[in-house]
């Protein structure tokens, strides 16, 4: 505990309440005094701690007091409010962690701000004066400042409308087989460069002369550093945090403040999918339709829950809120729609009629009638007062999976699994038009009146489908007539398809997401030109999305969270790439004997050499086609090993590098089947590896087969290891089970089968990881059914069971001290294995899929689903 936080303690209860709410207080004074003494206290990181810990404040209030200090009547330089908004957004993007563990402050709070650590001073010791300003002109040209990233999309814009609009106009003329679209792409393209340049050339002059003076003043003249805030003072402080074990960021691991994120919201239940999303028009609220049956209410504001709505007997998958915001619409799978009272929460009325689940639910635009698509192959039109159903249309042939009320508001269009889509009549219910087929089944439609073309005589629709082994379609429809007039399919989407779509208010752009999980992109709605992406929901299908009423955010919904992002830094150059992290998700992580080294593999076949003290990448090899799913280092450090397949498929088995220069040895470590774990003997002689049903034991000299474990019964094995004894193998399969072989004879001594803990039967769930203490007595056993199990390796008996994590407990290595183990969910925990206890944890933005510790025990290297790499350091705590 800090000098402050005794402090504070022991003050009575509404003196510390009243020192927590000094911000509010000095915010409203105004003179010099108060509001140093404002910035002092928000930049002070035991005020930050002590405020979000007291049950009375929290999160938000701590967010509430950088709104008081960044006050526009508040007097202070931009680039003190620059440090304290980056702060303030660190603080909001780590809330659902913050609330849930207030511990994590210093470790959130570094892992988002030290990509903005800036330059060591002492580089005027080092270098001379034209070096350091040729530097930083370097700097300026790759990521400029605020004021030229406006100037520079200000000038593009207004060149595009000058040069672009004709090109355009010309293009709508034409027959579709004439098109200018692809030169079109180029000419963007062109226009983008060339105005970002020359923009940057004028400013250069000014900012290099600038940046000449004041180097030279610091330099001739012994500038002394602000004598109150930057943002170094700030890292460094969260740096030497030490009141408390917690797990240090050594490099940028997460999201950094300042980004497009503004913040995620998290849910807690199993089956929390988010399935729908509906904003109130005033953009205050937001409702979410989830899995589980429930729909909840949020404030957009700080991102509460406001209320949980139960009452449906299925998963809630479509949502609207009416027109005066005061009722939410929802439909459910069974087969019924409820209308809530927002404020209330109360459910006041049920509509029944349709016979299956409904998919999708819209309001008519005068805010009377609902028009409902369900399953059943009809959509029906409800008066929403008198939950009368008006008429049904009848004319699908399959599931009504999508539809979109004609701006007009006497129309429907629906899309249905039969790859058709009708125009309807709303009062009659009648079918007027057979709009087009399709190739593929309907995922999102939307009609725009603007921004397609100049022709604005019919609504356009915005279609996106599914085509099966071909890349989807996302094409804008003439409504009259069917025709498709463009494509705005995004080239990078290859292989994958458009599940969702959304128009801005303002009809400019269109924001649509991707099953591959991570792809949210937004596009030109004009020239369907990509205008920029966010880094999503790693490793999760996004399966909601809205835009606030005002076109600033984006919301997007997955399982158990939902993200809010500001649609307006799209086009922002990011510090993202400072970031550590593979292209694909790290599946293996290992650490050489002497702890120097660290050796990552990923989803791609890319293996990565990394120097722990710099954690810079000293090598990248290309380690195989389908993946590196498992990495050894021999004990003696000279080699190691690691899974591969090679690009045609014809070589499956284990490749051997020589560590020193890193030379592959194939060998004959082949097998028939992939290769889904290895390890090393004691000795360096063996190569231990899991392949499907089977055990395969190599002689790392000759590289021939020494032994096959087969049992035609067992589950796919999913992990291995050797005791540091070297006298047993244990492997881990799917379907929860342990089997212990002697290594010395081969014989299979025991099979443990893990029982579900909370239903007492196996339920398919899989062993993720084990790793065994140093004293080979003990064995730890992580599964995805989220439970960490010791176990007594010679009697084969479960000692402990502990439930650390939330969810999939994916990896788990032990300290070699054999006191702590590390284990990784969407965290990665540090936590005594006799007792369970939590020690430190550092939550992530993805599941982390390996693990591995260093010989000292301090330092962590983790790998993450989304490809980042995690350097984390053990603080505040005596693990000798």
């Not at 604005?456 to 025709?483: H, Y």
């Not at 400019?508 to 929901?537: C, M, Q, W, Y």
């Not at 045609?648 to 060998?667: A, D, M, P, R």
């Not at 007492?760 to 080979?776: H, K, L, R």
Request: overall charge negative; some cysteine; proline content about 4%.
């Amino acid at each position: 505990m800090s000098e402050f936080d005794k402090h504070l303690h022991e003050l009575p209860p509404d003196l510390q309440r009243s020192y927590l709410e000094l911000p509010r207080f000095l915010s409203k004074e105004g003179d010099i005094e108060s509001l140093d003494e404002l910035l002092e206290i928000v930049t002070d990181l035991d005020f930050l701690a002590a405020k979000i810990s007291h049950k009375e404040f929290g999160v938000q209030p701590l967010i509430t007091d950088y709104d008081l200090a960044l006050h526009p009547d508040i007097d202070i330089s931009e680039d003190i409010k620059d440090n304290l908004k980056l702060i303030q957004d660190a603080i909001r993007m780590s809330a659902n962690v913050l609330t849930d563990a207030p511990s994590q402050l210093p470790s959130q709070l570094l892992g988002r701000l030290i990509s903005y650590r800036s330059v060591d001073e002492s580089e005027f010791e080092t270098k001379s004066l034209p070096q350091i300003l040729l530097k930083k002109v370097i700097v300026f040209c790759k990521e400029p400042p605020e004021l030229v990233e406006t100037l520079m999309l200000f000038s593009r814009e207004v060149t595009l409308n000058i040069l672009f609009k004709p090109l355009q106009f010309i293009n709508d003329k034409l027959p579709s087989r004439f098109s200018l679209y692809p030169f079109l792409y180029w000419w963007y393209k062109f226009v983008e460069v060339a105005t970002n340049w020359v923009v940057k050339l004028i400013c250069l002059y000014p900012f290099a002369w600038y940046q000449f003076m004041f180097l030279i003043k610091k330099r001739y003249f012994k500038l002394k550093p602000s004598p109150f805030f930057t943002l170094n003072l700030f890292i460094e402080q969260v740096e030497k945090y030490n009141y408390s074990a917690w797990l240090r960021p050594l490099t940028p691991s997460l999201t950094p403040s300042g980004e497009s994120l503004i913040r995620t919201l998290s849910l807690q239940t199993d089956y929390s999918f988010v399935h729908a999303i509906a904003i109130t028009p005033d953009g205050t609220k937001m409702v979410s339709g989830l899995g589980d049956k429930s729909l909840i209410v949020w404030d957009m504001m700080t991102g509460t829950p406001l209320k949980t709505l139960t009452g449906h007997n299925g998963s809630v998958d479509a949502v609207a809120v009416t027109k005066d915001g005061k009722q939410i619409v929802s439909a459910s799978t069974d087969s019924t729609i409820k209308i809530w009272n927002i404020e209330t929460g109360e459910n006041i009325d049920t509509f029944t009629g349709h016979q299956s689940s409904i998919r999708a639910i819209a309001i008519t635009p005068d805010g009377k009638n609902i028009v409902s698509a369900s399953h059943d192959t009809t959509l029906k039109v409800w008066d929403l007062q008198t939950g009368e159903c008006l008429c049904t249309c009848i004319g699908h042939q399959k599931s009504v999976s999508v539809l979109a009320i004609h701006p007009d508001g006497d129309k429907v269009i629906s899309g249905s699994d039969d790859k058709r889509l009708i125009l309807w009549d709303l009062k009659t219910g009648q079918l007027l038009r057979k709009i087009k087929t399709f190739e593929g089944y309907f995922y999102a439609i939307s009609i725009t009146n603007y921004g397609i073309s100049f022709t604005e005589d019919e609504k356009k629709l915005l279609v996106a489908t599914r085509v099966a082994e071909r890349d989807n379609p996302f094409e804008v429809c003439d409504i009259a007539t069917g025709k498709v007039l463009k494509n705005l399919t995004d080239k990078t989407w290859l292989g994958t398809y458009i599940t969702r779509i959304a128009i801005t208010p303002d009809e400019t752009k269109v924001v649509a997401t991707s099953k591959d999980g991570n792809g949210i992109k937004i596009l030109d709605l004009r020239t369907g030109i990509p205008l920029g992406s966010f880094e999503a929901h790693y490793g999760q299908d996004v399966t909601a999305l809205a835009i606030t009423p005002d076109g600033k955010q984006v919301v997007t919904g997955a399982w158990k969270t939902i993200k809010i992002w500001d649609l307006r830094l799209i086009q922002k150059k990011s510090k993202i790439k400072s970031i550590t992290k593979h292209r694909s998700s790290v599946q293996a992580v290992a650490i050489t004997p002497d702890g120097k080294q660290a050796i990552s593999g990923d989803g791609d076949g890319t293996i990565i050499i990394w120097d722990i003290d710099s954690q810079k990448p000293l090598k990248t090899l290309p380690g195989g086609y389908n993946g590196i799913k498992s990495i050894a280092v021999t004990p003696d450090g000279q080699k190691f090993v690691s899974t591969f397949v090679s690009g045609e498929g014809s070589y499956k088995g284990v490749q051997i590098w020589n560590f020193h220069n890193t030379k592959k040895l194939f060998g004959n470590c082949r097998a028939e089947k992939e290769v889904e774990t290895v390890a090393i003997t004691p000795d360096s002689k063996y190569i231990v590896s899991g392949v499907y049903n089977s055990i395969i034991i190599w002689d790392l000299e000759s590289q021939n087969i020494f032994r096959e474990l087969y049992e035609p019964a067992f589950r796919p094995i999913t992990s291995v290891v050797i005791t540091p004894d070297g006298k047993y193998i244990i492997a881990g399969t799917v379907g929860n089970l342990l089997v212990i072989w002697d290594f010395k004879c081969g014989n299979k001594i025991k099979v443990i089968e893990l029982l579900n803990k909370w239903n007492g039967y196996d339920s398919g769930e899989s062993i993720t990881s084990i790793a065994v203490t140093p004293n080979s007595e003990q064995l730890i056993s992580a599964s995805s059914d989220k439970s960490l199990r010791i176990w007594d390796i010679a009697q084969g008996t479960e000692l402990k069971n502990f439930s650390i994590h939330n969810n999939s407990a994916n990896a788990v290595v032990v300290n070699p001290s054999g006191e702590f183990a590390i284990s990784g969910d969407y965290s990665i925990k540090v936590w005594h294995i006799q007792t369970g206890k939590i020690v430190a944890s550092f939550s992530v933005e993805s599941s982390v899929l390996s693990c591995a510790v260093t010989s000292d025990g301090l330092t962590i290297v983790a790998g993450e689903l989304s490809g980042r790499v995690h350097f984390l350091r053990l603080e505040g705590i005596d693990i000798s």
